[in-house]
């Protein structure tokens, strides 16, 4: 994905005349990289290549497991609770993504200089990042509730009764979505908040001088500046979405019915429910190449609006 | 929202004869306008941080109150005991130390094995160097949810299921911490450890005295995100751990969650517990936060 210039400039190519001679530090190289390298072959290059054949196999976890060719490719093509599962996802994603990216973008602006102390309120709107999901989830159970905390106030201030939010089909999504957005957008809040605050003042300030209004300088040359963020942003929530287990699991464990079953949750009761290891597999392969082929497109599309100078 | 302002700025300080009082009258007006604006979001912090505030009130309320219309932030009684008792609950304070042990060996792990992948990649010379590491940084793009069904059969096949080893090892040796030390080990400047090589030290030695206290930063960002990850993980250690003892804080929480549907008080009580050590960590490092997202983040573009 986002993989930055890579220095290639080795010395020990072009000695420089006069200077100290580089030499070749092999061994020292091959000791240093050593762990990471043992690691990540045993626990991300095996894993990698052993699914990718797993998802031609049945593998049940105990007994005998044969090779059956794309048959589970097929049978999720089939599947009728997959196809449920990927729009219960692509729901999630067009819901989540744009609210974070918005939400975010506008409090990372909101809380511009003047607003003191910019770091504590920064910092209160990232603790949810931080705090595990299942307390999150947790706490908005309780709130979602029947008698919770949003039905208690609605009976109190309005005499209705709320919905059984996490009971109803219609909002159980919804119900999700909040919570992700919730314990989601204070990350992006710090990358464009970083990027906003390496915006030259000069610039800005130019643009105030030659009476461009606060909209008009937004719009005209923040906004242009901090393009590559806003990128970077979307492509890693994107990618994250796309993931979305815990918030559903926790929340409304894919339910009701399979409202909120999403790819991860259909993989993870396929795989540790069913023991449909081969299966699994092959959604976790369905689920890599939809977010590859996304993650491509938009490294594709950003030419026409990601500005890097 | 500010258009009002500039447009008074932009019809007045023109005519540069006048410019005075139309600067008086814009500063006393974005004076009020910055105070309406801080109250403004303090409110929306404050929505923000009702769960949270909720979570901490019904920890505290005796168990028949969890649940009332109207909605009350006190109980009958202040019950500080609810802590105490989640704490023994299960055994909770059993999944704190747990995680605590895993989260803190995976982060040790992680910052030796990037830093010194690190170091290889930023300033020693070998062949497919820059090729290595594209290998490095593309098994980033790769899904975790590939990852764990092979990983759990490999690690019934070794024997490690239900251990801290498998909570700990497949995810101690990233891509990422490599790379964002190595970012950062770039612009330490060459002249620094030219002296040290001329005293005859090796790599080990630079390594741990020029280059650890020179990067602290980025080691301090990088031990922060890790243990955290390594805190709130619940994927893995769901599929990997079902034996209560092994179990970590997540994995604890959601089975509060599943068999006491009526002890609210206390699993709000659990989840509070839950939340202090990585709260207490960003609180204690917001210094670093913005600068470290910005080192983490932008730094991939």
């Known amino acids: 994905m986002a993989i930055p210039p890579v220095d290639v400039t080795d010395v020990a190519i072009a000695p420089r005349p006069g200077g100290p001679r580089k030499r070749s530090d092999r061994r020292a190289a091959a000791g240093f990289l050593a762990p990471s390298m043992l690691g990540l072959l045993a626990f991300t290059a095996f894993p990698i290549v052993a699914s990718l054949i797993l998802g031609f196999f049945d593998w049940p976890v105990l007994g005998d497991h044969r090779f059956t060719g794309l048959q589970n490719y097929k049978s999720l093509v089939d599947s009728d609770e997959f196809k449920t599962a990927i729009i219960n996802t692509i729901v999630f994603v067009v819901l989540y993504v744009p609210l974070n990216i918005v939400i975010s973008l506008g409090l990372a602006v909101w809380i511009s200089p003047r607003i003191r102390p910019r770091g504590l309120y920064r910092t209160i709107f990232f603790i949810p990042v931080v705090t595990p999901v299942v307390a999150n989830a947790a706490i908005f159970t309780l709130i979602l509730s029947p008698n919770g905390l949003v039905d208690s106030l609605m009976q109190t201030w309005f005499g209705v009764q709320a919905p059984n939010f996490l009971g109803s089909k219609t909002w159980a999504m919804p119900a999700v979505v909040l919570l992700s957005i919730w314990q989601g957008f204070g990350y992006n809040m710090l990358v464009f908040s ?3 605050d390496a915006v030259p003042a000069s610039l800005t300030e130019a643009a105030t001088i030659d009476g461009a209004s606060a909209t008009a300088r937004f719009f005209r040359i923040v906004l242009p500046l901090i393009t590559p963020s806003i990128f970077f942003a979307v492509v890693l929530t994107l990618i994250s979405s796309f ?3 815990t918030q559903a699991y926790v929340l409304t464990g894919g339910g009701p019915g399979d409202a909120t079953t999403t790819m991860v949750l259909y993989l993870y009761e396929q795989g540790f429910r069913f023991f449909n290891l081969g299966l699994a597999s092959a959604i976790a392969w369905v689920l890599f190449i939809i977010i590859l082929i996304i993650t491509i497109f938009q490294f594709i599309g950003q030419r026409r609006w990601v500005h890097y100078d | 929202m500010t258009s009002e302002t500039s447009s008074i700025t932009a019809v007045d300080v023109r005519p540069p004869a006048a410019p005075a009082p139309a600067i008086r009258l814009r500063s006393r007006w974005s004076k009020v306008r910055a105070v309406l604006s801080q109250t403004l979001l303090s409110l929306v912090a404050l929505l923000f941080l009702a769960p949270i505030i909720w979570m901490v009130l019904s920890a505290l309320k005796p168990s028949a109150e969890v649940f009332t219309v109207p909605p009350k932030p006190f109980g009958s009684e202040i019950k500080f005991g609810n802590f105490a008792e989640a704490w023994n609950y299960l055994p909770f304070g059993r999944f704190i130390v747990n995680t605590i042990f895993v989260a803190s060996v995976g982060t040790a792990i992680t910052l030796v094995a990037s830093a010194m992948s690190a170091y290889a990649f930023a300033r020693l010379n070998f ?11 593309s098994t980033l793009i790769v899904p975790q949810e590939v990852i764990v069904i092979p990983m759990f059969l490999l690690m019934k096949e070794i024997g490690w299921v239900n251990s ?11 891509a990422f911490g490599t790379f964002l030390l190595r970012q950062f080990f770039l ?6 450890e030219e002296a040290a090589k001329l005293d005859g030290c090796g790599h080990v030695r630079i390594l741990r005295s020029i280059f650890l206290p020179v990067a602290a930063p980025a080691f301090a960002v990088l031990a922060v995100f890790t243990f955290i990850g390594y805190w709130n993980s619940f994927l893995w250690p769901l ?16 089975l509060f969650l599943g068999q006491q549907g009526q002890r609210w008080e206390l699993l709000m009580a659990a989840a509070t517990i839950a939340m202090m050590p990585t709260v207490v960590l960003v609180l204690a490092l917001q210094k670093y936060l913005v600068r470290g997202i910005a080192l983490s983040g932008l730094g991939g573009r």
Do not use: C, H
Request: aromatic fraction near 12%.
């Open chain 1, 194 to 196: 970083a990027a906003l």
């Open chain 1, 243 to 245: 993931q979305v287990f």
């Open chain 2, 127 to 137: 062949r497919f160097r820059g090729g290595l590491f594209v290998l490095y940084l």
């Open chain 2, 164 to 174: 801290n080893k498998a909570l700990i090892l497949p995810w101690a040796f990233t």
């Open chain 2, 187 to 192: 612009t330490v400047p060459k002249e620094l």
């Open chain 2, 239 to 254: 599929i990997i751990v079902s034996d209560t003892d092994k179990m970590t804080v997540p994995l604890g929480l959601q």
